[in-house]
């Protein structure tokens, strides 16, 4: 079965992504990013919609140009129904399903996450895929997972946060630091001119698998505030040290988890997927670990970490496959584990 171009739409959030996919191989990836948030220090779900509404059909168009097809030539629509915000799935779902329906071909719903994880199937000349069973670490702003892959849709998660996920750690602790939002990058850009050992943070101690940071946040801002209250300079001439150890307490907790599930399942093949797999740091310790512990890792490209609609077209692709196709009626939700 080939000559299949699946066109993939991507609203979860606030970036506006459609993606163009000819058997497994991407034509096009087109984001458009919302400015519209950095001065409120985070996404504003009202202004996330409208904005998905202002981009949606010239970043769909140009994605279909730079794929140098006519729409007429796509074989399906996949679309991100969730898990997201409300407002920004409901603009995608409902241009997906009026633009199935007016071209009269099959209409395919994804789920966010499984498509973080499946963003590792995109066909490229120098891509390296996973084989089953694999184990991958899912690591957003809104999610922090471990999932047991044991083909492209039967998942399981093995430990997930009790709270609060790793990529709103970074950002909460780049805010306390006084740095523009999203601060995730700007902590990882810092710590790599620090000392990871500056400073010590203890870690949570939570179940065998799953992981918790809303301990750690609390304990960086007192950590800063009793600092501060002491030295009224303390950020500013620790900055680099402080980003560094906080870094370093956070990837210390990933990769002593990923350390278990590899000893409790005897599974070796490990990847990682998510906005926060983009950190250098992680990375780095993951080529780290290859040589270690004789893992094999799978680190996705940069512009297939954040949201991005390749990654919904490749798993259109992969259910279209399995003629797995949605009915019109279906609907948007919220909130939507990774094995639903």
Not at 123 to 149: A, N
Not at 188 to 197: E, I, S, T
Not at 226 to 233: G, I, R
Request: charged content about 20%; proline content about 4%.
């Amino acid at each position: 079965m080939q000559n299949i171009y699946i066109l993939g739409i991507e609203s979860s959030c606030d970036d506006t992504s459609a993606s163009v996919i000819h058997d497994g191989k991407v034509l096009s990836n087109i984001v458009a990013n919302q400015e519209v948030h950095s001065k409120y220090g985070g996404v504003v779900p009202e202004l996330a919609s409208r904005a998905h509404q202002q981009n949606i059909v010239p970043v769909v168009q140009q994605a279909i140009e730079q794929a140098k097809i006519t729409k007429e030539q796509l074989s399906a629509i996949a679309f991100t129904r969730g898990p997201g915000l409300m407002g920004s799935l409901l603009v995608g779902t409902s241009f997906a399903k009026s633009l199935a329906l007016g071209l009269q071909i099959p209409l395919i719903d994804v789920n966010h996450m499984q498509a973080h994880i499946l963003a590792h199937f995109i066909k490229e000349d120098d891509s390296k895929i996973p084989p089953f069973p694999f184990i991958c670490l899912t690591i957003s702003g809104g999610h922090t997972q471990i999932v047991k892959i044991t083909n492209h849709f039967e998942m399981e998660i093995l430990g997930e946060t009790i709270d609060d996920a790793v990529g709103e750690a970074y950002d909460k602790s780049a805010k306390i630091l006084g740095l523009p939002y999203p601060g995730g990058p700007l902590v990882d850009k810092y710590a790599q001119l620090g000392n990871p050992k500056a400073f010590q943070f203890t870690k949570p101690k939570v179940g065998d698998l799953d992981f918790s940071f809303s301990g750690l946040k609390t304990q960086i801002l007192y950590f800063l505030q009793k600092n501060v209250k002491e030295n009224s300079n303390f950020i500013e001439e620790n900055l680099h040290d402080i980003c560094a150890s906080i870094q370093y307490t956070i990837i210390e907790i990933l990769i002593g988890k990923l350390k278990k599930a590899v000893t409790q399942t005897g599974i070796k093949h490990i990847a990682i997927a998510g906005g926060v797999s983009a950190n250098s740091e992680i990375r780095k310790r993951l080529k780290i670990a290859e040589k270690h512990w004789n893992w094999t890792t799978y680190v996705p490209k940069f512009e297939y970490t954040t949201d991005n609609a390749a990654m919904i077209a490749i798993t259109g692709y992969l259910k279209y496959l399995n003629e797995d196709y949605s009915d019109v009626s279906i609907t948007a939700k919220a909130r939507l584990k990774v094995t639903e």
